[in-house]
């Protein structure tokens, strides 16, 4: 996508509701995506993922905070992602633009959807590292797994995580300087 496209597409995103059903927004090759809100599973997995890592940042990353919500942009390669989850330094949210440079971001977080996995497991371990950061944490309660990719650097492929460690929901799982007990983590019931 050329810059000029990406442009008139961010123009339309600000413009369109992120009222629900509409929960946010996002821009990548295909254009302008409409995520819808988020059941509950999805986001008590988020509540204890926040809380495990907040618990453990003053010790890892003094000022850093997890926190839901923010909006990622890379222009440079005509992204804009809103994870569910992201690691940063809580300064970067008293600052006065719009978006999230991905150069201060230490980790994001995704918890897969039941209606549109492949956006989480496809399109956006090939942008996250594109983006740069660092760690990518891919909890999925559909499978009860939950997969950490790292280490962004170039492949034959491009830009990708070139490390990826699978777990299941019970492990404790290993993440850069953190460690998650995905036993909190509860799967989506049978619809």
Do not use: C
């Amino acid at each position: 996508m050329d810059t000029k496209t990406y442009e008139r597409l961010r123009t339309i995103a600000r413009e369109l509701p992120t009222e629900p059903p509409v929960w946010a927004i996002e821009i990548d090759e295909q254009g302008i995506t409409m995520m819808m809100s988020p059941v509950k599973r999805h986001e008590l997995v988020t509540l204890r993922l926040r809380r495990q890592l907040d618990a453990q940042l003053g010790a890892t990353h003094p000022g850093y905070v997890a926190h839901s919500g923010p909006e990622i942009e890379a222009p440079a390669i005509q992204r804009m992602r809103r994870p569910d989850l992201v690691v940063l330094p809580e300064a970067v949210l008293e600052e006065e633009d719009d978006y999230v440079n991905p150069v201060d971001v230490a980790l994001v977080v995704e918890v897969v959807s039941r209606s549109n996995p492949d956006n989480d497991y496809a399109r956006k371990t090939v942008d996250y590292p594109a983006m740069g950061i660092p760690l990518y944490l891919l909890v999925d309660p559909r499978k009860s797994t939950v997969s950490v990719f790292g280490d962004p650097g170039p492949t034959p492929e491009g830009t990708r995580y070139r490390s990826r460690h699978d777990h299941v929901f019970g492990d404790t799982v290993a993440v850069g300087p953190w460690t998650v007990d995905s036993g909190e983590f509860l799967p989506y019931g049978d619809r």
